[in-house]
């Protein structure tokens, strides 16, 4: 079967990890991943876990070789709003040269890429791998990893490994090959103003009873400061400073000046951190953000009430040298403080993720430079990413390796958003580069 086809035959799953109605979609997927690795030769399992199955597969052994551990995620974001996407987001569409599907590019042609990489690579060579093969697919990378770390544990001599290479970061330009050396973590936490006990008729009861909405904004206001900087007391602490030599390569990289990211996401100008460039924020500076907030009437016209009650979903990002479950006591003990007793706060932990940084000088890391290289023709850039993907650091805490992170996705493939794409070249190059890479990775000498 063509390249392609196979991909499109991959994408028709509809595996959203977040919505249960999706959770035979996702058992599905994996399946179809099972069978294909199977075909390969490979030893493929499907392990359950307390919400989506695990893929782990191995390929051929092959002593005194390194072992590249190739990690993905087969899940994918909801596809809400339906009605903006211009193709059906599970019946995979080619539009100008581009192909568009949920997944296209978060995670499934990354996956994609990688499996073909392999197999084309086995043909080539009579059918053996110049080093050690495993695959490990997650279902549940989009709603936090939450089974991955007590998976690795009880699997870690079945998924020892010299290294893991991963495909599921940004690539600024599609002649421009990325490798990403480091990630920012996640910090989520939801809060909720509880005022009176059922929604109050503004007019007989405004002016003496709290309003949660108006308390919310308070609250949410509290946050930021006039430099873009988070109010929040010891946010900042540990966050170790940017190095010159990361502020100088970020300077330098094509399409990603303050102008280049304003044009990209169609606003007039940005408002980085003062004292900071855009990408310095992005791939380096912790946040705090609002993702989602909700109160009162949302309807047509007017409705003169105080609501009863009002949210607010945040998440941190947080980079070297923050402790996400400390962020989280900093907020809680950040917004008490600032809530009247005219109302109940409401404070709730949401999933951790922690940051990531490894050194991209090691021997793997200038291996997969060189293949990156020889496949586009051009140096890659070495950037750190604003992204989370929560496996990392497990695969460092558990398994002891780092993870090469190999970007495939582009700025404007539209990820969690409606119209997901990516050029259909790029996967091509994608194939090409994952066999240039596995060659580069065999000539790696253990130490
Ligand atoms: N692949 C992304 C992360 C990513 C995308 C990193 C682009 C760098 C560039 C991953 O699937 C993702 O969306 N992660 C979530 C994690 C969250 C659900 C815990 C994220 O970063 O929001
Ligand atoms: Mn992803
Ligand atoms: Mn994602």
Redesign the pocket.
Known sequence: MKRLDQLTAFLRFPSISAQNVHASDVSDCADWLVDKLSSMGFAARKYATPLHPVVVAEGPKVPGRPTVLIYG?YDV?PVDPLDEWKSDPFEPEIRGERLYARGVS??KGEIMAHILGVEELMAQEGGTLPLNVKFIFEGE?????VNLSAFLQEHRDELACDVVVVS???MVAQNLPTL?YG?RG?TGVEIVVHGPEADLHSGIFGGAVSNPATVLCHLIDSCHDADGRVAVEGFYDGVAALENWERNMWGNVQGMSNADIARLVGVETLMPETGYTGTECIYARPTLEINGLGSGYQGEGSKTIIPSSAFAKITCRTVPGQDGARIQDLLEAHFRRLTPPSVKLEFRRQ?V?TPYLCDPKSSFSRAAQEALEESFGVKPVLVR??????SITEFKDILGVDSLLI?L?LPDAR??SPNENMPVELFNKGVEMSKCLLRRLAQVQLS
């Open positions: 995620h974001q978060d995670d990378e989009e709603v936090g990893s599921d970061t940004g990403s990630l996640v999933h993720s990413e604003g992204g989370s993907i929560g970007g996705c990820i969690h």
